[in-house]
């Protein structure tokens, strides 16, 4: 059993004021594992009330990039003697295979940070330019970061929402999703035997009322939140309204273009991954793919082989591919839609449906054939093992299609032209979009546009996005530039 008792505000651990604790569901046995501290609007306060005197009176604001990235990576060091114990959690958490979660929440989730502290090595905060008038540009801390974090990547998720805001210079509140709650622990703990100053991170576990009362608090400066794009339209009403900065990376429902002359043995297992990755339950997963007329029975073939190949089962088996849905309703709501897709004429190669186990959410991957672009099924996130395939004439109706969404966040594009694949690639609408593969590369910005959001992650420009511009204007030659006026 997992159990939390204490919240982590400001550097301390306190009892919350109120005594309610949220229950952790284990979504392959349905099981409750553990339990966390609730916060209430009175612990996002305190946090808040300490993470400001952080910023205004302590010592971080104004210390150096070094002097933030050695801090940053004692905390890594201090995690990875407990990485193992880590990756057991958050598979009980969320259901996510023990194989993949090394992949996620070791690998790429300790290689973000060592790009986030690569990136703050390079990053310039000070800028002389010359001109009429000389001036220096400064890159100044934004202030206290509110960080609300999604359940379908925990700790990685933990990870880069703390690490970057604190690199700026920014005290941080992080609010992990209550389906998720217990990793984000052993970030404050690690941070703790780093020898993090004082207010400058709070871990408040929640529901949408502390998410909501943490975004409204005059004392918050800026918003980090990946999530539903319906929670973020909410989100940034507030932080438009305040004038308060925000970094919004919200759902998607991303195109793979696969070209006439796509070499497929390369193609075919990148749409797998990108389509039925962590089950789906991604919000850059490409789960349309749109091919060229003439290889569409190959493609709807192997995306149906590889569905079928794929295991479904125990999260801690290393064989395993596929977990469970988070929860019960996550996996009604990816039937339900299936089914109307299905009345509404697609064809399903590869079925999906219940596997047959004893206990657990899970969904066999669905591959549907002959779906509208148009439709439901190919214009909402579904958030579940289920990819549409869908034919088009030309590159330009490809373009054209990948385009017709309300969404713009991932993508990709397979050709054996590297020309070819990058014109389409410039044309597409999206934030980030790959060649020849399905990729999350934490070493250069990601995010959205259109309803996936706003802002990027990642790279300088995710350090930047925590930033405030002050231009710095020396008067020793004002009188020169008054007389060329």
Known sequence: MYKRDHLYIGGEWI????????????PATEEVIGEAPAAVESDVDRAVAAAHQAFEHGPWRFASMAERVEVVERMCQALEPRLDEILHLVTAEMGVPIRISRVL?????IGSVHNACAAARALATEEYRAGRVEAMIRLEPVGVVASIA?????????????????LAGCPVILKPAPETPLDAFYVAEAF?????????????PGGPAVGAHLVQHPDVDAVFFTGSTETGRKIGAVCGHDMKRAVLELGGKSAAIVLDDADLETALPALSNGAFGNTGQNCAATSRVLVASSRYAEVIEGLADSATALRVGDPLDESTDLGPLVSEAQRDRVERMVREAITDGALPAAPGGRPGLPRGWFLRPTVLAAVDNRSRIAQEEIFGPVVCVIPFADDAEAISMANDSPYGLHGAVYSADDDRALDVARAVHTGTISVNGFLLNSEQPFGGVKASGIGRKYG????????ETKTVNFARNAATFALQE
């Open 150 to 166: 999604p359940w379908n990547g925990p700790f990685l998720q933990a990870l880069y929402k703390v690490v970057y805001p604190l």
């Open 15 to 26: 009892a919350p004021s109120d005594h309610r604790t949220i229950p952790v569901r284990n």
């Open 105 to 109: 929440h070791r690998d790429m989730a």
């Open 460 to 467: 300088p420009e995710g350090l930047r996005e925590f930033m």
């Open 192 to 204: 703790e035997a780093a020898g993090l100053p004082p207010g400058l991170l709070s871990i408040l």
